[in-house]
């Protein structure tokens, strides 16, 4: 990567470098993000022990239902949100809008999600990260894509899911995708490489860093769809970095329970006599949708390429 | 002569890194999430992460008291960032209700070089590791406010302490974890092997 900055040395403290960007997403693995609307939400998210929140006008599900344009939050509130706890606080900007993470980062917000869950300001461009000292996650359906969005100068991915669905199944769509896309790469002769770069729509020297390590260059957390513990604990058998949860939490018949039980059920992911534990008495969860039977406008995973 | 077996708390947070590092020195590394697997381990690192969450997840899973235990029974630790704010004396700007196991004789202020764009790494001089200075990557590091006559400070940036040895403890503000050089997780095993009276690797 050319436009890495972390190469530079010396004894005078260099910031907004590769390594320190990265190295946040490192940080939080095998922790679950909160999405939250209210400094009220994102305490119980910090009680409940989530590794960092998501400051947003509405979860996905309220997004989904009111329709209309989604934008970046409040100015105010992310402020009050920043203001109410101690773990780190992400913010959305929309797809392409350089200006509302320009904002976002002048905030101080620690980590920004270009987010396919607000309505897109940009059909052709995703934002050019590099330009920022603030680190970003963006969502991905598959390996091109996650790989389009590091190349980018994405610190972080997120696979997308299905975003205020309550349902699990886009969720585990890419992940798997993601996955096998890397298993793949993995496997192949040095001379498939090109080959394999133009197929996927990537950066090539990504694909042969991906061809080298067996692994992608970020940390992967899973995203969009994930509402109960056992939820949690599939996406992190199927091998993502941690979780994302939006609606999940707030949208269930009692948050800080639903919030601390998939904490665990993130941490114990490979143990089912503590996710059954935690799972116990947990009152409903969020209601969900049918992804199959929805109109492809309704999808948001579609949005960004 | 017995081979040191090394832990890394695994409930949050850069594990792998720290797994990685520490069987690039020759050790024999495993995580720990439970009591019995704390108990098949002779020394421990508590990685970086959010201190709030892996704190929480100690005292639901049971963890804290056999935790306690050990330390007090002189196991040897390697804390980095938020696992150096778990082994302090006193956590400043954190949650009233987040465990300081008091073990370094250190005051830390959570998130003391700020938030995430003050994020940076830095060339600093380490003493107990010669003369070429060692690559601390700081992510909103904790500070460390004052440390006591226990603590022996190995390095420090800007006037603050940001590397503590205690004993068969090294405690870090930065992640050495995160570069490719071994010096501090070799120096830790030597430490910790000393202490123990068994062999590193």
Redesign the interface.
């Known amino acids: 990567m050319t436009s890495d900055k972390s190469a530079a040395n010396g004894h005078e403290p260099h910031t907004g470098g590769l390594r320190v960007k990265r190295g946040l997403a490192e940080m939080l693995k095998g922790g679950v993000i909160m999405d939250v609307v209210t400094p009220e939400h994102a305490k119980i998210a910090e009680d409940a022990g989530a590794v960092a929140v998501m400051a947003l006008e509405r979860v996905p599900s309220d997004i989904r239902r009111d329709g209309g344009v989604a934008r970046m939050s409040d100015v105010s509130l992310i402020k009050e949100i920043i203001a109410a706890v101690t773990i780190p606080v992400m913010a959305k900007a929309r797809i392409g809008h350089f200006v509302e993470a320009q904002v976002l980062q002048s905030l101080g917000v620690d980590y920004i999600d270009e987010s396919e869950v607000l309505t897109p300001a940009d059909e052709e461009h995703h934002i050019d990260k590099w330009q920022f000292d603030v680190p970003f996650v963006c969502g991905a359906r598959d390996l091109g894509e996650a790989l389009r969005r590091i190349g980018e100068g994405a610190a972080m991915i997120r696979t997308k899911g299905e975003a205020g669905t309550g349902n699990v199944v886009e969720a585990v769509r890419h992940m798997r995708a993601v996955q096998g896309g890397i298993r793949r790469i993995a496997s192949m002769r040095p001379e498939e490489l090109m080959a394999e770069a133009k197929h996927l729509g990537a950066p090539f020297d990504l694909i042969q860093e991906i061809h080298r390590t067996g692994k992608l260059p970020v940390v992967n957390f899973s995203a969009g769809g994930i509402a109960t513990p056992a939820d949690a604990a599939l996406m992190m058998q199927l091998g993502c970095d941690g979780n994302f949860v939006g609606s999940g939490i707030f949208k269930s018949t009692n948050p800080e329970a639903y919030a601390k039980a998939i904490v665990a059920a993130t941490t114990f992911f490979d143990k089912p006599e503590v996710i059954a534990e935690v799972s116990a008495g947990l009152g409903k969860a969020m209601p969900g949708l049918d992804v199959a039977s929805m109109p492809a406008g309704e999808l948001l995973a579609t949005r960004g390429w | 002569m017995t081979i040191l077996r090394v832990g890394v708390l695994?409930?949050?947070?850069?594990?792998?890194?720290h797994l990685t590092a520490l069987r690039g020195c020759g050790a024999e590394a495993a995580s720990v999430?439970t009591p019995a697997e704390l108990e098949s381990v002779d020394a421990l690192v508590l990685p970086?992460?959010?201190s709030?969450?892996m704190s929480?997840?100690l005292q639901?899973?049971d963890l804290e008291m056999p935790l306690r235990e050990r330390l007090a029974g002189g196991m040897p630790t390697l804390s980095t960032?938020?696992g150096l704010i778990l082994m302090s004396r006193e956590v400043l700007?954190?949650?009233p209700d987040q465990i300081a196991l008091g073990v370094l004789d250190i005051s830390v202020r959570?998130?003391g070089y700020g938030?995430?764009?003050?994020?940076?790494?830095?060339?600093?001089p380490v003493a107990l590791l010669g003369v070429a200075?060692f690559r601390a990557?700081?992510?909103?590091a904790p500070r460390i406010e004052h440390a006591g006559p226990d603590a022996e400070v190995v390095a420090s940036f800007g006037g603050n302490p940001v590397a503590i040895a205690q004993g068969p403890h090294l405690g870090l503000c930065f992640?050495p974890e995160?570069t490719d050089d071994p010096r501090l997780h070799q120096l830790f095993l030597e430490r910790a092997a000393a202490a123990l009276e068994v062999s590193a690797a």
């Open positions: 695994a409930l949050q947070g850069d594990v792998r890194e999430r970086g992460g959010e709030t969450t929480r997840l639901v899973f960032c938020a700007d954190g949650r959570r998130n938030r995430q764009v003050e994020s940076f790494e830095a060339d600093i200075p990557i700081f992510i909103r992640h995160m």
